[in-house]
């Protein structure tokens, strides 16, 4: 018989033509196409790597500007082994000490401090348990520098990454304005305090005589019938008038000197007039109480002076005064006007008063000159006075750029030399 082809032989004969022929063709095909859609992923991906990697690096740029344009740096330590993973670049600026010579041994960070503060710092941080933030006061100086600075550490520990965050702010600008601010509120509470002590003392000042010159007012009335003895108590209340009214002027001066309204007067005055004034002011008084007195004017080449006449004397009737009242009978007062320089039309002056009274304890030397001082309870009442008087000379003298030298020895003298 002849054979014939069946249909499903000749369709087997197609797909075994294509399995042989065409099938590595569809694969090749398929794998071109596979890898051009692997490469597409892969520039994708690598195009996204870039961005985020130039992100990622700006942002470090961002921050490590932003460190460095601070007063602040920033360490990350790794807590296992204290290895430092990240210095900010204002470090070496700030401190003075290389970042690499950091990054091998921590322990640099002592050339910062004083051995004292250094311990100090070790065991707080060791008896730190972690938690929370830990913050030190530290005072500081760049390596190399001698100049001592203030700061603040504050310490935080990452549990994420098992790290300790360091972060150092130097606050030494805001140390010294908060420490000025200190200064300024204590002068101010000491003013205040010294003020209010003023007016305690001169109310009581003021009352002492009052309540004197009332008495002895009700005395004369009680003895209208008896001349004597009314003239007496007028004469006494006349006395402590007197008294009341220097202390009135003297509480003036100081109210003026403290408000800063005391001005001194540019006028031209005769200086050997003003020593003959002082010693025909005194002569009677020293005489009376046999004391040797003398007015002296040395190394003068002029007598006429602008200046303010009447303040002068007034610092110099003070201790004058002083002296006078200090000194007992048989002992010495002098006063020395003194001409020290002539330069530019300006000459400066020594004045000195010198007596050989009872002298000045020496630890009320340095309070001579406070407002109401004196030197125990009872000189006020032997010897009257406002303790008003050093006060408004000191002050007084200050103002014509000048100052006052006490020297004293209980039992010898004083002198004052302005």
């Given at each position: 018989?002849?054979?014939?082809?069946?249909?499903?032989?000749?369709?087997?004969?197609?797909?075994?033509?294509?399995?042989?022929?065409?099938?590595?063709?569809?694969?090749?095909?398929?794998?071109?196409?596979?890898?051009?859609?692997?490469?597409?992923?892969?520039?994708?991906?690598?195009?996204?790597?870039?961005?985020?990697?130039?992100?990622?690096?700006?942002?470090?740029?961002?921050?490590?500007?932003?460190?460095?344009?601070?007063?602040?740096?920033?360490?990350?330590v790794r807590q296992s082994d204290l290895h430092i993973l990240y210095v900010s670049p204002n470090f070496k600026g700030m401190t003075g000490i290389d970042r690499e010579r950091l990054c091998s041994d921590i322990e640099a960070?002592?050339?910062?401090?004083?051995?004292?503060?250094?311990r100090r710092v070790i065991r707080e941080l060791k008896e730190w348990d972690c938690s929370g933030e830990l913050r030190l006061e530290v005072d500081y100086s760049a390596f190399g520098s001698e100049e001592v600075s203030h700061?603040?550490?504050?310490?935080?520990?990452?549990?994420?990454?098992?790290?300790?965050?360091?972060?150092?702010?130097?606050?030494?600008?805001?140390?010294?304005?908060?420490?000025?601010?200190?200064?300024?509120?204590?002068?101010?509470?000491?003013?205040?305090?010294?003020?209010?002590?003023?007016?305690?003392?001169?109310?009581?000042?003021?009352?002492?005589?009052?309540?004197?010159?009332?008495?002895?007012?009700?005395?004369?009335?009680?003895?209208?019938?008896?001349?004597?003895?009314?003239?007496?108590?007028?004469?006494?209340?006349?006395?402590?008038?007197?008294?009341?009214?220097?202390?009135?002027?003297?509480?003036?001066?100081?109210?003026?000197?403290?408000?800063?309204?005391?001005?001194?007067?540019?006028?031209?005055?005769?200086?050997?007039?003003?020593?003959?004034?002082?010693?025909?002011?005194?002569?009677?008084?020293?005489?009376?109480?046999?004391?040797?007195?003398?007015?002296?004017?040395?190394?003068?080449?002029?007598?006429?002076?602008?200046?303010?006449?009447?303040?002068?004397?007034?610092?110099?009737?003070?201790?004058?005064?002083?002296?006078?009242?200090?000194?007992?009978?048989?002992?010495?007062?002098?006063?020395?006007?003194?001409?020290?320089?002539?330069?530019?039309?300006?000459?400066?002056?020594?004045?000195?008063?010198?007596?050989?009274?009872?002298?000045?304890?020496?630890?009320?030397?340095?309070k001579i000159f406070r407002p109401f001082e004196q030197e125990d309870a009872s000189t006020a009442h032997h010897y009257g006075g406002s303790g008003l008087g050093m006060a408004i000379a000191d002050n007084i003298v200050r103002?014509?750029?000048?100052?006052?030298?006490?020297?004293?020895?209980?039992?010898?003298?004083?002198?004052?030399?302005?």
């Open positions: 018989m002849k054979n014939t082809p069946s249909p499903l032989r000749g369709m087997r004969m197609v797909l075994d033509y294509f399995n042989y022929h065409m099938m590595p063709l569809l694969i090749l095909l398929a794998a071109l196409v596979f890898s051009v859609f692997c490469l597409g992923l892969y520039l994708r991906e690598r195009v996204r790597a870039k961005r985020l990697e130039a992100s990622v690096s700006g942002e470090r740029r961002f921050y490590d500007a932003f460190a460095a344009n601070r007063r602040d740096f920033f360490l990350l960070l002592k050339l910062m401090v004083s051995p004292k503060t250094a700061g603040s550490v504050s310490v935080r520990f990452e549990e994420s990454t098992a790290c300790y965050l360091v972060v150092f702010c130097d606050n030494t600008q805001e140390y010294k304005i908060r420490d000025g601010l200190k200064r300024e509120l204590g002068q101010a509470r000491r003013e205040s305090q010294a003020k209010t002590d003023f007016l305690s003392k001169m109310s009581h000042e003021i009352r002492t005589p009052m309540n004197g010159i009332l008495g002895m007012l009700s005395l004369a009335k009680a003895h209208v019938m008896d001349p004597k003895q009314t003239g007496y108590y007028l004469d006494r209340a006349e006395s402590l008038s007197q008294f009341l009214l220097t202390l009135i002027n003297d509480i003036l001066d100081m109210s003026r000197i403290e408000s800063g309204k005391m001005e001194l007067e540019e006028v031209p005055f005769d200086l050997f007039a003003v020593a003959e004034k002082l010693d025909s002011m005194f002569r009677s008084t020293t005489e009376a109480k046999n004391l040797k007195w003398d007015v002296r004017m040395q190394d003068f080449d002029v007598c006429r002076v602008v200046g303010d006449e009447l303040r002068l004397t007034q610092v110099i009737i003070n201790f004058i005064s002083n002296a006078v009242k200090f000194t007992p009978p048989g002992g010495s007062v002098i006063v020395t006007f003194r001409q020290m320089h002539k330069i530019e039309g300006k000459i400066h002056l020594m004045i000195r008063v010198r007596d050989t009274g009872k002298g000045i304890k020496s630890d009320f030397i340095s103002l014509m750029n000048g100052e006052i030298v006490v020297e004293s020895e209980e039992g010898k003298g004083t002198e004052f030399v302005v």
